[in-house]
């Protein structure tokens, strides 16, 4: 695939695995950049990306969960924790 002179978003470059353009012009490969991969520790479900803190449902050392169970168990946990607190 040629460059082109048109100006992508950084999604449609990561999906073609193409150059981008940084904020300060240089030009940063996307293909040296790695993305973890790790299994969810609450619904057990295959992610990408860098997870969330899982605590106060489970230990960090245990691993760390999805975006999803981060908003639908965790922050609520956390809420509910901080609540009894007061």
């Not at 299994?39 to 691993?63: A, Q, R, S």
């Amino acid at each position: 695939m040629e460059h082109s002179d048109e100006v992508l978003t950084c999604e449609v470059a990561v999906n073609v695995g193409m150059e981008i353009l940084a904020d300060d012009q240089q030009v940063i490969n996307l293909k040296d950049f790695v993305i973890p991969e790790f299994t969810c520790v609450i619904c057990d479900d295959d992610c990408v990306g860098f997870g969330n803190n899982p605590e106060p449902i489970k230990p960090i050392k245990d691993g760390m969960c999805c975006d999803k169970c981060n908003y639908r168990v965790i922050c609520p946990a956390r809420w509910a924790e901080r609540s009894i607190r007061k």
